[in-house]
């Protein structure tokens, strides 16, 4: 069994000093965010190894303020193809990690990963800023990801998972 987790990066600002879209940094609401869902991952105890993160500042920012809350020691990997990823695009990453790793965090950008979940498990949930959703799936190797049924266990936006 397999454990792919579904992060979408937190609040961005509406706009970034360079004017791209890429550029666009967490305002402080997305820091406090991506700092809770490293919090819920520790209390959850759920360790990724990898997290396989899109490039774009915002998405670069969630993933470095989730490790640093939840005191992961993980290899952080970054994939140009994320950015505006369809979902074969995101299934074509996830499927080239090594079967070593039970449990991969993708840190992305919405519509690919509300589209992603969907397509693996057959549901619908909202991924808003910061949504870390959890999917099971009866696999033993990412390669098989393509052709997997998963079960999604839990969808969370971290203001709510906290009682905020």
């Not at 579904?6 to 360079?18: G, I, K, V």
């Not at 940094?25 to 396989?52: C, F, K, M, S, Y």
């Not at 939840?70 to 074969?88: N, V």
């Not at 993708?106 to 979940?117: K, R």
Request: charged share 25%; proline share 6%.
């Amino acid at each position: 069994m397999k454990t792919l987790l579904l992060l979408r990066h937190a609040r961005p600002a509406q706009l970034s000093p360079t004017g791209r879209d890429f550029d666009r940094p967490l305002v402080e609401a997305g820091r406090a965010d991506a700092l809770l869902v490293g919090q819920l991952l520790r209390r959850r105890q759920l360790t990724p190894d990898p997290v396989i993160c899109s490039p774009a500042l915002r998405a670069r920012q969630t993933a470095d303020h989730v490790i640093e809350a939840g005191k992961l020691t993980t290899r952080l990997l970054f994939y140009d193809r994320i950015y505006e990823a369809g979902t074969e695009q995101l299934i074509e990453v996830v499927s080239e990690a090594g079967d070593d790793a039970e449990t991969i965090l993708l840190v992305g950008h919405n519509p690919g990963l509300q589209e992603l979940l969907e397509r693996l498990t057959g549901e619908s949930a909202p991924m808003l800023p910061a949504t870390l959703a959890r999917i099971d799936l009866d696999i033993d190797a990412w390669s098989k990801l393509r052709a997997a049924r998963g079960r999604l266990v839990f969808a969370l936006v971290p203001r709510a998972s906290v009682g905020h």
